[in-house]
């Protein structure tokens, strides 16, 4: 079992940054693969980026690469999401999730662990 706890949301301007934070306890975190998503009101859930177990290997959505980059840090079993550049666009309950080893993937159904959420919201 992961307990996942996401931190760091709140209100932006367009064009501001903001960094999430997921801190993880319970089993071993440094074998999972780690992933955030992202919904907004009447959308689905959508994939924003993964990172490797290792830490060396991330996939981003096309909506955020290049303005969002996640890392992790297995010492302290967090995975953070800094987000640069935001758009009004943007603005969406965010979640961690973590699946128990294997290759990085955006297919949320293979996430077996999710956080409570954080909400960002970028004003015009």
């Known amino acids: 079992q992961v307990q996942l706890v996401e931190s760091g949301g709140g209100l932006v301007q367009a064009g501001g940054s903001l960094r999430l934070s997921c801190a993880a306890s319970g089993r071993t975190f440094s074998n999972t693969v780690m992933g955030w998503f992202r919904q907004a009101p009447g959308k689905e859930r959508e994939f924003i980026a993964t990172i490797s177990w290792s830490g060396d290997t991330t996939y981003y959505a096309d909506s955020v690469k290049g303005r969002f980059t996640i890392s992790r840090d297995n010492t302290k079993n967090t995975v953070d999401l800094q987000m640069k550049k935001l758009k009004p666009e943007d603005t969406a309950v965010y979640y961690c999730?973590?699946?128990?080893?294997?290759?990085?993937?955006?297919?949320?159904?293979?996430?077996?662990?999710w956080g409570q959420g954080t909400q960002v919201t970028v004003s015009s």
């Open positions: 999730a973590a699946k128990s080893g294997g290759s990085i993937t955006a297919n949320f159904r293979l996430y077996v662990y």
